[in-house]
């Protein structure tokens, strides 16, 4: 459903990770999910505080993240799934820039949430577990 080798160059570009040659591409999408979690938490705080540029730089970061999430995903399987998840993506990332206009963390927290089953799913799916 992801492409593997966008996945990487999305990670390295939000990350600066200069390697994540260990990781297969079930995890680097893992990973990308859970850095856009992160941003979203200091996001989220980030508000609580009144601190107007981390928030806006927390958010964008987790926009652009999940854009690499949408962009990475893979049209030529489960197209139906995929077109889905792209239309989930696209959903967050307008929520993401309305939370940013608003300084709103009910809509970060939104949009945590629904990211955390989307990795919660995509842990499930994990090809390791099926194999062990």
């Known amino acids: 459903m992801y492409a593997p080798?966008?996945?990487?160059?999305?990670?390295q570009r939000v990350n600066n990770v200069g390697s994540v040659e260990g990781a297969?591409?079930?995890q680097?999408?893992?990973m990308l999910m859970n850095g856009a979690l992160e941003r979203l938490?200091?996001?989220?705080?980030?508000?609580?505080?009144?601190?107007?540029?981390?928030?806006?730089?927390m958010i964008g970061k987790a926009t652009t993240i999940i854009g690499g999430l949408q962009?990475?995903?893979?049209?030529?399987?489960a197209p139906d799934y995929v077109d889905n998840l792209d239309r989930l993506y696209d959903y967050m990332q307008r929520r993401l820039l309305e939370a940013n206009l608003k300084n709103d963390v009910t809509?970060?927290?939104?949009?945590?949430?629904?990211?955390?089953?989307?990795k919660s799913t995509w842990q499930e799916i994990d090809p390791a577990r099926k194999s062990a």
Do not use: M
Request: aromatic share 2%.
């Open 5 to 11: 080798n966008s996945a990487i160059a999305q990670y």
């Open 24 to 26: 297969n591409p079930h």
């Open 28 to 30: 680097l999408i893992l």
């Open 41 to 57: 938490t200091q996001a989220r705080g980030a508000i609580e505080r009144r601190d107007i540029a981390l928030k806006g730089a």
């Open 71 to 77: 962009g990475s995903l893979d049209r030529n399987q």
């Open 107 to 118: 809509i970060v927290d939104e949009v945590s949430d629904l990211l955390k089953t989307l």
